[in-house]
């Protein structure tokens, strides 16, 4: 996450029209926010600094804002913050590149919470044919809801190519197939393989789920 120094927070809540006890409380909530950012403890977090931002708006409030929600696998509320923090920052160059690649990811994520399995076979340079050949099938079953057969289909394409998108769908079919300990592994390679994917929080709530009693 990209902090903000206190210096700097000071700066540009001093600078906005508030009262002084108004931006006492607003520095107050972006550190408790931090604090809790770096503890793991997310929902606090957001909540801390969108009632700061309530206080004294900052578009570097509203980027980290949409940084927690990335971290949180929360896409849409991602979006919606990245996409206004672009509008009113205008950052440009790198900084700009960033946010938009963050944008796709999102939308990425998004989608594939909607389509369950990643629909979008890695580059060719990752992929070898054989491997998209079979990826491809596998996304068909899966969408017929053959769901033994996307199985098999997304085995074969990790045994030309253990990339992450081929482990991910491994994890989502042995899911829906009833091998929980299957999908338990293949998650927690996938972790390995993107350790800082968006997508993590909500891959770490699948486990948890499949790992809870029944």
Do not use: C, K
């Not at 700066?11 to 926010?33: H, I, M, N, T, Y």
């Not at 989608?111 to 580059?123: A, G």
């Not at 998650?187 to 499949?210: F, H, K, M, S």
Request: net charge neutral; charged share 30%.
């Amino acid at each position: 996450m990209r902090l903000l120094i206190s210096l700097a927070l000071a700066l540009w809540l001093v600078s906005a029209p508030a009262l002084a006890q108004d931006v006492q409380r607003a520095q107050e909530l972006f550190q408790q926010g931090i604090a809790a950012y770096d503890a793991g403890r997310l929902d606090e977090a957001v909540r801390l600094l969108r009632d700061a931002d309530a206080i004294v708006h900052s578009p570097e409030l509203t980027f980290n804002i949409a940084r927690v929600y990335e971290r949180m696998g929360e896409s849409r509320e991602a979006i919606r913050h990245f996409e206004r923090y672009l509008r009113e920052a205008r950052p440009e160059g790198d900084e700009r590149a960033d946010v938009e690649r963050r944008i796709t990811a999102m939308r990425e994520l998004d989608r594939r919470m909607r389509d369950q399995v990643m629909t979008t076979p890695p580059s060719t340079d990752e992929m070898t044919q054989e491997a998209r050949v079979f990826f491809e099938r596998g996304v068909a079953m899966f969408r017929r809801r053959q769901y033994d057969a996307a199985l098999q289909a997304f085995t074969a394409a990790y045994n030309f190519a253990r990339l992450p998108e081929v482990v991910y769908n491994l994890a989502v079919a042995s899911e829906r197939t009833g091998h929980t300990q299957d999908a338990i592994d293949y998650y927690r390679e996938y972790l390995r393989a993107r350790p800082d994917g968006p997508d993590r929080a909500y891959v770490e709530r699948r486990i948890a789920q499949l790992r809870a009693p029944r």
